[in-house]
């Protein structure tokens, strides 16, 4: 979605417009109108001058309404101008998670966490959540999934509390995945192999 609308009017209508000043300019070249950004960070990395930002946007629904309307993208700033080299539509669940589908403009942004050359998302439940961690690999110049851990938290029929903990790494658990390639769907069966109780 993101990547076909990089000629969007920067500025676009911003859900509550008193947070305007903490999102990153680079962001807003990305909003259009009904559009809402979630989290917006900016990365320092040697690698990409002078920095990065991580920026999620939920779109406006439109018509098809079984789509996921969020978008995690990575935006570069050169000359002035911003351009997203990487964006994943999947890594934000705002389909099935219903506090990312109606949380307010910039709710989300301690669940982003960025550091240099890898971003990460923490998708909140009720009952746990899970982390997908995204890193920078300067030999193929491209984004990939390097982590994956999920958190579940679950009551047997005695009401003992039982936390289950599963933790995927790249290349030892993980194939190499493209950010834009990436669904969650993909790690299901191996974080279920991966499944531990840690309490």
Same mark, same amino acid.
């Given at each position: 979605m993101i990547l076909a609308a990089l000629a969007s009017v920067a500025g676009g209508d911003i859900h509550a417009s008193a947070l305007i000043a903490t999102v990153p300019d680079a962001a807003n070249a990305f909003v259009a109108a009904?559009?809402?950004?979630? %989290? !917006?960070?900016?990365?320092a990395t040697a690698s990409h001058a002078p920095g990065l930002t991580?920026?999620?946007v939920r779109h406006r629904l439109g018509a098809d309404r079984s789509s996921n309307p969020c978008e995690l993208v990575i935006v570069e700033s050169k000359a002035n101008r911003a351009s997203a080299i %990487? !964006?994943?539509s999947t890594v934000v669940d705002c389909r099935y998670n219903d506090y990312a589908r109606t949380a307010a403009a910039m709710a989300l942004n301690g669940n982003l966490s960025v550091e240099p050359d890898r971003v990460s998302f923490l998708n909140e439940s009720a009952k746990g959540g899970t982390t997908f961690s995204f890193a920078?690999?300067?030999q193929r110049n491209a984004w990939h999934l390097d982590k994956a851990e999920s958190t579940t938290v679950s009551t047997d029929s005695s009401s003992s509390v039982e936390v289950h903990k599963s933790s995927l790494t790249y290349p030892a658990s993980i194939p190499w995945i493209p950010i834009e390639s990436f669904e969650p769907g993909m790690l299901r069966?191996?974080?279920a192999r991966h499944r531990q109780v840690v309490q």
């Amino acid at each position: 979605m993101i990547l076909a609308a990089l000629a969007s009017v920067a500025g676009g209508d911003i859900h509550a417009s008193a947070l305007i000043a903490t999102v990153p300019d680079a962001a807003n070249a990305f909003v259009a109108a009904g559009d809402t950004i979630l %989290a !917006a960070k900016v990365m320092a990395t040697a690698s990409h001058a002078p920095g990065l930002t991580i920026v999620v946007v939920r779109h406006r629904l439109g018509a098809d309404r079984s789509s996921n309307p969020c978008e995690l993208v990575i935006v570069e700033s050169k000359a002035n101008r911003a351009s997203a080299i %990487a !964006a994943n539509s999947t890594v934000v669940d705002c389909r099935y998670n219903d506090y990312a589908r109606t949380a307010a403009a910039m709710a989300l942004n301690g669940n982003l966490s960025v550091e240099p050359d890898r971003v990460s998302f923490l998708n909140e439940s009720a009952k746990g959540g899970t982390t997908f961690s995204f890193a920078y690999d300067h030999q193929r110049n491209a984004w990939h999934l390097d982590k994956a851990e999920s958190t579940t938290v679950s009551t047997d029929s005695s009401s003992s509390v039982e936390v289950h903990k599963s933790s995927l790494t790249y290349p030892a658990s993980i194939p190499w995945i493209p950010i834009e390639s990436f669904e969650p769907g993909m790690l299901r069966e191996s974080m279920a192999r991966h499944r531990q109780v840690v309490q």
